[in-house]
């Protein structure tokens, strides 16, 4: 279950995240420093124990309307061979120490459990309260049983989202199959099939907090699966 550590980290997340936000190609440019603030979320664990795992929600402040962005972060007491693209920045924690933080699209850590918790095999967590479940946070299985996963990549980058391509085993049989995830960068509140038709049904949604302070429910991520 996920520890928080009730102490400071520099430069803060959001702190980390304004610099970074407006290079990301999803990002709605505003003409302005992005003004962010703290919306939703919540935590995987890491079944060894070494990578944190949250996906962030923040709102943009800094247009005519709140944007509301999801950010996929992880934790790492060391940087990641092969994902220097992938790399936020590094910050000071309290109690670990340097962490570098990393958009946790690019990390097969997150990647495998973010399939986890689709499939029904890991449970989300409380984004800011230790030993919690987050019971808002509700996934739709793309196939019976357990996804092994043999291969993951970032397929594409753009401003629909990310998408990820997965290369997996299933059932008795070991059959393969592609899964192909899309994480909506830019949060909508709905959670109809036709809200991103295009990316496959939702297989991921949870809630977050609008600036009113409202809490609003949308898709977070999208699916398609296939057996090849």
Known sequence: MALIHNTTMTPSKLELLTAWLPAQPWYQQTGTKPDLSRAGGFRLDDPRGEVGIEFMVVTDASGNGDMAYQVPLTYRAEALPGADGGLIGTAEHGVLGRRWIYDGVHDPVLRAQLVALI????????????????????????????????????????????????????????????????????????????????????????TWRCTDGMHVGGVFVTARYSRI
């Open 119 to 206: 499939q029904g095999d890991a449970e989300a967590q409380a984004q800011s309260v230790s030993n919690a479940a987050d019971p808002t946070v509700k996934s739709q299985p793309v196939a019976e049983g357990a996804l092994t996963l043999i291969r993951t990549a970032v397929a594409a980058n753009g401003p629909s989202g990310t998408d990820l391509r997965m290369e997996t085993l299933s059932g008795s049989d070991a059959q393969a199959g592609e899964l192909m995830l899309r994480v909506i960068r830019i949060l909508q509140p709905g959670d109809s099939d036709d809200v991103h038709h295009d990316a496959g049904p939702p297989c991921l949604s949870a």
